[in-house]
């Protein structure tokens, strides 16, 4: 059995640079050792002219919808914060939601900013690209 990663819309762009750090990530998926899944707001987010190296990326990872039950508990995290909610906070809590779905960490170049809804989605792990 593989392990499976989260992708947030950072670790998008680091792949698509070429980054180091999510490249060996996707390098894991090419030797079957690990899936990389990334929910479709994070694609919204990211997608903005892209290029072919995007289209590679795509075929390499797993873009998933947000069930019902991922926007509830982003939504009720949200509610649950002491600050203003942008759109940015909202997929941020919207991509924690769903890792904690899946049981799956979450790689990130914005550790700080899935940091902030950890207390929230205790039982996720928030990785540094």
């Known amino acids: 059995m593989s392990t499976r990663y989260v992708f947030d ?20 998926v090419q030797r079957g050792q690990a899936e990389i899944v990334t929910p479709i707001v994070c694609i919204i987010e990211w997608w903005r002219g892209r290029t072919d190296r995007c289209e590679k990326l795509l075929r390499a990872i797993v873009v998933e919808p947000l069930p019902l039950s991922v926007a509830q508990a982003a939504g009720m995290a949200l509610a649950k914060m002491k600050q203003r909610v942008d759109s940015k906070l909202t997929i941020d809590a919207a991509v924690m939601a769903f890792a904690a779905l899946l049981d799956a960490p979450v790689i990130t170049s914005d550790v700080g900013d899935l940091e902030r809804l950890r207390a929230l989605f205790p039982g996720v792990r928030v990785l540094s690209v």
Not at 9 to 28: H, M, V
């Open 9 to 28: 819309t950072g670790a998008l762009i680091g792949a698509e640079r070429g980054d180091k750090r999510p490249l060996d990530y996707l390098a894991l």
